[in-house]
Nanobody
Framework: QVHLVESGGGLVQAGGSLRLSCAAS????????MAWFRQAPGKEREFVAT????????RYADSVKGRFTISRDYAKKTVYLQMDSLKPEDTGLYFC?????????????????WGQGTRVTVSS
């Protein structure tokens, strides 16, 4: 069982930056794929980014490529999402997710463990 806790959300102006953190505990998380998803008000949850466990490999949604960077600190069992050049459409509840996978899945149904989310609001 893996327990995930997100932090770092907040209110920021368009063009600003935030760094989200996801701390994992309760299981062997270093070989898990770790991902970020987000859910905007009134919309379905969507994939943002994922990072592999064994060999660092990353994958991003087209909407965030070049602006967001996912990384992980194995010693701290923490995954980060650095978000730069934020836009109002990046507003939403950001979730961390984890799974033992062999591929960089963008589907939320493939992820077994989820955090409670941290809210990001980008004002125009």
């Amino acid at each position: 069982q893996v327990h995930l806790v997100e932090s770092g959300g907040g209110l920021v102006q368009a063009g600003g930056s935030l760094r989200l953190s996801c701390a994992a505990s309760g299981g062997t998380s270093s070989n898990y794929y770790m991902a970020w998803f987000r859910q905007a008000p009134g919309k379905e949850r969507e994939f943002v980014a994922t990072i592999s466990g064994i060999i660092t490999f990353t994958r991003y949604a087209d909407s965030v490529k070049g602006r967001f960077t996912i990384s992980r600190d194995y010693a701290k069992k923490t995954v980060y999402l650095q978000m730069d050049s934020l836009k109002p459409e990046d507003t939403g509840l950001y979730f961390c997710a984890a799974a033992l996978l062999d591929w960089a899945s963008t589907s939320e149904s493939d992820y077994d463990y989820w955090g409670q989310g941290t809210r990001v609001t980008v004002s125009s």
